[in-house]
C-alpha cells in the first residue's frame, strides 16, 4: 500500500488531479479489498470508470459545482461532505476554496473512500481535511456546519432513510447555511446491458494503456457487480415536488435549481449513449430561525 501512496504523490506533482488518475485508481482497487464489506463493486470500479468516456459523476458535473461552490466559501467556513464515492469530490470542493482555507470533513460508511481522501488530499488541504466513518442518516454532526455537500448520494437510500437523511441535514446545518446537493429526479432503475457494459470498460481501458489492477476475470467480476448494484438504484424523487417537499422537511429553502443531465446507456450496437434523464443541482438555505 505504501509504494502505491508514493507512486500516487510522484504523479501529482506533474498533474493536477489527483483522485482521476490511474495511480488513484490502484489505490482504491487495493483499499477496497481491505475495507469494503458488500460495496466492493462500486468503489473498486468507481475510480477506474473515471478514466473513460464518457465522463461520470463529479467529472460530468465539474464545471457547474466549482462555480456553484466557489462563492459560498471562505476562509475558515466549515464543510461537510455527506457521503463521497472516492476522492473526486472533496477534490473538486477545495478546487472550488483555491486558496482559502476551509475545514472540511467526509463522512461516509466505508474506509475505502475516507482513506482515499486523506492520501490523496491530506497535504494539499489549505485548511483542514477530516475523514469520519458514519451514515448520514444517523447522528448529527456536532458543532453544525456552514456548507453541505450531497453528490447523488440519496439514490443509495431506502425511503426510510431517505427521511432519516433530511433530519440529519437538518441538524448537521447552522441557521442560513447551506446544502448543495444533485440528485436525479423521476428515474426509474436504469438497465444495463452487462456485456456491452464489460466491453465497453475494458476497450476503452485498453485504449487509454490503463492496466487492469487485477486478472480480467476478477476484474470483470466486480464490473459486474456494480451494474448490478447501479439497477438498484432509482432516483429518490418522482417529480420536482417531492424534491421540494423533502428540502423542506430538511428545514431548507430553495435558493437556485439548475437542470444536469442524467444518465448513459447502450445502443443496439453496443455503443456508450447518452440518454435522457432528469437531474437536477440544488443549492438550498437554511432558515435563520432553524
Same mark, same amino acid.
Given at each position: 500500500?505504501?509504494?502505491?501512496?508514493?507512486?500516487? *504523490?510522484?504523479?501529482?506533482?506533474? =498533474? +493536477?488531479?489527483?483522485?482521476?488518475?490511474?495511480p488513484?485508481? $490502484?489505490?482504491a482497487?487495493?483499499?477496497?479489498?481491505?475495507?469494503? $464489506?458488500?460495496?466492493?463493486?462500486? #468503489?473498486?470500479i468507481?475510480?477506474?470508470?473515471?478514466?473513460? %468516456? +464518457?465522463?461520470?459523476?463529479?467529472?460530468?458535473?465539474?464545471d457547474?459545482?466549482?462555480?456553484?461552490?466557489?462563492?459560498? &466559501?471562505?476562509?475558515?467556513?466549515?464543510?461537510?461532505?455527506? !457521503?463521497?464515492?472516492?476522492?473526486?469530490?472533496?477534490?473538486?470542493?477545495? %478546487?472550488?476554496?483555491?486558496?482559502? +482555507?476551509?475545514?472540511?470533513?467526509?463522512?461516509?460508511?466505508?474506509?475505502?473512500?475516507l482513506?482515499?481522501?486523506?492520501?490523496?488530499? !491530506?497535504?494539499?488541504?489549505?485548511?483542514?481535511?477530516?475523514?469520519?466513518?458514519?451514515?448520514?442518516?444517523? *447522528?448529527?454532526?456536532?458543532?453544525?456546519? %456552514?456548507?453541505i455537500?450531497? =453528490?447523488?448520494?440519496?439514490?443509495?437510500?431506502?425511503?426510510?432513510?431517505?427521511?432519516?437523511?433530511?433530519? /440529519?441535514?437538518?441538524?448537521?446545518?447552522?441557521?442560513?447555511?447551506?446544502?448543495?446537493m444533485t440528485?436525479?429526479? !423521476?428515474?426509474?432503475?436504469?438497465?444495463?446491458?452487462?456485456? /456491452?457494459?464489460?466491453? #465497453?470498460?475494458?476497450?476503452?481501458?485498453?485504449?487509454?494503456?490503463?492496466?487492469?489492477p487485477? @486478472?480480467?476475470?476478477? /476484474?470483470?467480476?466486480?464490473? %459486474?457487480?456494480?451494474?448490478?448494484?447501479?439497477?438498484?438504484?432509482?432516483?429518490?424523487?418522482? @417529480?420536482?415536488?417531492?424534491?421540494? $417537499?423533502?428540502?423542506?422537511?430538511?428545514?431548507?429553502?430553495?435558493?437556485?435549481? $439548475?437542470?444536469?443531465?442524467?444518465?448513459?446507456?447502450?445502443?443496439?450496437?453496443? @455503443?456508450?449513449? &447518452?440518454? +435522457?434523464?432528469?437531474?437536477?443541482?440544488?443549492?438550498?438555505?437554511?432558515?435563520?430561525?432553524?
Amino acid at each position: 500500500m505504501t509504494e502505491i501512496q508514493i507512486t500516487v *504523490q510522484d504523479w501529482r506533482s506533474e =498533474h +493536477p488531479s489527483a483522485t482521476r488518475s490511474e495511480p488513484a485508481a $490502484q489505490l482504491a482497487y487495493a483499499l477496497s479489498a481491505v475495507h469494503c $464489506q458488500g460495496c466492493r463493486g462500486y #468503489h473498486a470500479i468507481w475510480p477506474y470508470l473515471r478514466l473513460i %468516456d +464518457p465522463p461520470r459523476g463529479v467529472d460530468a458535473d465539474r464545471d457547474l459545482l466549482l462555480k456553484t461552490l466557489a462563492p459560498l &466559501l471562505d476562509t475558515g467556513s466549515t464543510v461537510l461532505l455527506a !457521503g463521497s464515492a472516492d476522492a473526486g469530490l472533496a477534490e473538486c470542493v477545495l %478546487d472550488a476554496a483555491a486558496d482559502q +482555507p476551509v475545514d472540511l470533513t467526509v463522512v461516509d460508511l466505508c474506509d475505502t473512500p475516507l482513506r482515499q481522501c486523506a492520501g490523496l488530499l !491530506g497535504s494539499r488541504a489549505a485548511g483542514r481535511l477530516f475523514t469520519k466513518r458514519a451514515s448520514i442518516t444517523g *447522528q448529527a454532526v456536532a458543532p453544525p456546519v %456552514d456548507l453541505i455537500v450531497a =453528490h447523488s448520494v440519496l439514490s443509495f437510500l431506502s425511503a426510510d432513510n431517505l427521511v432519516k437523511a433530511a433530519a /440529519f441535514i437538518d441538524r448537521s446545518l447552522r441557521p442560513a447555511g447551506r446544502l448543495v446537493m444533485t440528485t436525479a429526479i !423521476g428515474r426509474r432503475t436504469p438497465t444495463t446491458n452487462r456485456a /456491452f457494459f464489460r466491453r #465497453h470498460v475494458l476497450t476503452e481501458l485498453a485504449a487509454r494503456s490503463v492496466a487492469l489492477p487485477d @486478472d480480467e476475470l476478477a /476484474f470483470t467480476t466486480l464490473l %459486474d457487480a456494480y451494474a448490478l448494484g447501479r439497477e438498484q438504484r432509482a432516483s429518490p424523487f418522482a @417529480d420536482r415536488d417531492a424534491l421540494l $417537499q423533502w428540502l423542506n422537511a430538511a428545514g431548507l429553502s430553495v435558493e437556485t435549481i $439548475q437542470e444536469l443531465r442524467r444518465g448513459t446507456g447502450f445502443d443496439s450496437r453496443g @455503443d456508450p449513449i &447518452l440518454r +435522457p434523464s432528469e437531474g437536477v443541482l440544488v443549492v438550498a438555505r437554511k432558515d435563520l430561525a432553524g
